[in-house]
């Protein structure tokens, strides 16, 4: 069987909290932003999208490392992380 991509949900923050992440890309790049929103992580978030439905805006700033995807939007001030899991289908 084919794997499918998902997509889990590890945070979603807005607002002040959402700064605190801009902070961090700002002053250390995208691997210190990533390590502070994976400090949410925990097992058995919720599956956000399927490969061909995206799980962010289309208006959203994407960084993707690994298997890791922070979407951002720093004008409406906020930043999610999800996680790509496999899937078999």
Known sequence: ???QNLYRSVVYLQNEAAETVFRLLDSGGPNAALGYLREFETEGNEILASSNTEAWGRRDTLIELG???IAMNRK???VSLARK???RS
């Open 1 to 3: 069987m084919p794997e």
């Open 67 to 69: 298997d890791f995807v």
């Open 76 to 78: 409406l001030r906020y």
């Open 85 to 87: 899991t496999n899937l």
